[in-house]
């Protein structure tokens, strides 16, 4: 299997929104219940570091960075997202994706990136912490879906290259 990461244009939305909703099915990917609309999604996520994973023209994951803060003095800090389609789950393409958007997001200025995982995602923690992510700590009860509170594991990345 050949694998392309290749920025996230909006002509992929429909793939991206399918993969986004198989995320939400899971109930252990993201607080949301429903996928936003193309101007919700593009509104919330920045617009660089967009990134697609494509096998055989097929877009099979995705992974973007949105703002942790609006104050200017955390412009270096983005919180990370990556998701990736039943089908090719535990083929290493998240692994892909995230390693190149640490690389991109180095290139635009990041020097830190994080991300909030729900605990009993442990795939997804794994992947992070393989990838140079460390447990800053768990948050208790962050968030309730469905009636059900969660955990979630909040993790970062420093970057090594910015000072």
Same mark, same amino acid.
């Given at each position: ?53 494509? #096998?055989?023209?097929?877009?099979? $994951? !995705?992974? &973007?960075?949105?703002?942790?803060? @609006?104050?200017?003095?955390?412009? =270096? ?48 923690? #794994?992947?992070?912490?393989?990838? $140079? !992510?460390? &447990?800053?700590?768990?948050?208790? @009860?962050?968030?309730?879906?469905? =009636? ?16």
């Amino acid at each position: 299997m050949k694998i392309v990461v290749r920025p996230l244009l909006k002509s992929d939305w429909d793939s991206v929104s399918k993969i986004y909703k198989e995320g939400i099915a899971t109930g252990i990917a993201t607080f949301e219940t429903e996928c936003l609309n193309w101007e919700q999604w593009d509104a919330k996520y920045l617009s660089n570091c967009r990134i697609v994973a494509v #096998n055989k023209d097929i877009v099979v $994951g !995705f992974g &973007v960075l949105a703002p942790a803060s @609006k104050r200017i003095v955390y412009r =270096g800090v983005a919180e990370v997202s990556v998701y990736v389609s039943d089908d090719f789950r535990g083929k290493h393409i998240g692994e892909t994706l995230l390693r190149q958007l640490i690389e991109d997001s180095e290139k635009d200025g990041f020097w830190t990136l994080q991300a909030g995982i729900f605990s009993e995602n442990k795939a997804s923690i #794994n992947l992070h912490l393989k990838s $140079g !992510f460390r &447990v800053v700590g768990i948050r208790k @009860k962050i968030g309730r879906l469905n =009636g059900k509170w969660y955990d979630n594991h909040f993790l970062e990345r420093r970057s090594d290259c910015i000072n």
